[in-house]
């Protein structure tokens, strides 16, 4: 299930499909396709409005020996609430779409909505409506929708030379507990990850971030997207690792749903916050837009990129 790419697939995908879109000028969507989340805003409101869609696939995101379905339905949330936070957003409600195989019975359905709900009651996201079909294969597609102070979503494209990058968190322990399986005190990090809703608030109000995205593809991936939107490159050290993952796990593992953020350097980031670590890892600059050099070295952009060919 972790597919080793060489990037570029899904970002020249991206690209393509952008340039045949045209956002009405001076219309209500303030942001498309390219971030976290689309940013809608609503006349007279103070909020910008925030959308993200994220499908949960049987045998390309899990596979039914292995993952419970209370576990499958808290991912499939907190996949969508990670971006909300990544924007630095609130959640307001979301909506769930489920393709149910022939394996999923009753029982099984209501395990899965009970791993939804458990984390929808506690970060206030209602679920307010859906649909429903039949299909060879489990998936499902969350939308989460999320509001934010008037301009003030956190996005990718706000990083500027001499930034200081910084992630949340310690990397590679979803890949860890995916290798090993549920008997793993790694596995938690894989199957129920905790979206960063809290962090992603304060990186907007107190540190004002000038950019910002979740960790759901690999470090080495994410941090060329977060760099090819701003228009720079990216010079870091090795991120903090999960102990017992391996230095390349938390380069190009993915799914650890971290906030990966920059901030000017006359910003006083503390070293924790709620208890998570919030490490420097390196500096933004000026050049070749979307290089990443990892202690000097180039860093290929090895996550997870669904449109490569495996
Ligand atoms: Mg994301």
Redesign the pocket.
């Known amino acids: 299930m972790v597919k080793r790419s060489a990037g570029g697939g899904e970002v020249q995908f991206l690209e393509r499909l952008r340039s045949r879109i045209r956002l009405p000028k001076g219309g209500q969507t303030v942001a498309g396709i390219g971030d976290?989340c689309a940013i809608f805003r609503p006349r007279g409101s103070s909020e910008d409005l925030l959308f993200t869609t994220d499908l949960l696939l049987e045998n390309v995101h899990f596979t039914r020996e292995t993952h419970r379905p209370e576990e499958l339905g808290w991912k499939a949330l907190a996949r969508g609430l990670?971006?909300i936070a990544?924007m630095g957003g609130e959640p307001r409600f979301c909506l769930l779409s489920l393709a149910l195989a022939s394996w999923n019975g009753a029982a099984w359905v209501d395990r899965f909505y009970e791993g939804v709900l458990a984390l929808a009651a506690r970060e206030s996201t209602p679920l307010v409506g859906g649909d429903l079909a039949h299909a060879e294969r489990f998936g499902c597609d969350i939308v989460v929708c999320g509001a934010v102070p008037w301009g003030k979503a956190l996005r990718r494209d706000g990083a500027r030379a001499g930034d200081l990058i910084y992630v949340s968190g310690v990397l590679g322990g979803s890949a860890l507990g995916l290798a090993q399986g549920r008997r793993s005190g790694a596995w938690r990090r894989h199957a129920c990850p905790e979206p960063r809703l809290e962090l992603g608030r304060f990186l907007r109000t107190d540190l004002k971030a000038t950019a910002a995205?979740?960790l759901?593809d690999g470090l080495s991936l994410d941090l060329h997207r977060l760099c090819l939107a701003s228009g720079l490159r990216a010079r870091i050290e090795m991120p903090p690792v999960f102990a017992g993952a391996s230095g390349e796990q938390a380069l190009h593992g993915g799914e650890d749903y971290e906030l990966l953020f920059t901030a000017r350097p006359s910003v006083r980031v503390p070293s924790t916050f709620g208890g998570l670590p919030l490490t420097r890892i390196g500096t933004m600059h000026r050049g070749r837009p979307g290089a990443v050099e990892l202690d000097g070295r180039p860093l290929p952009a090895l996550g997870y990129d669904h449109l490569r060919q495996s």
Request: aromatic fraction near 0%; avoid cysteine; charged fraction near 45%.
């Open positions: 976290d990670s971006d990544a995205m979740d759901s």
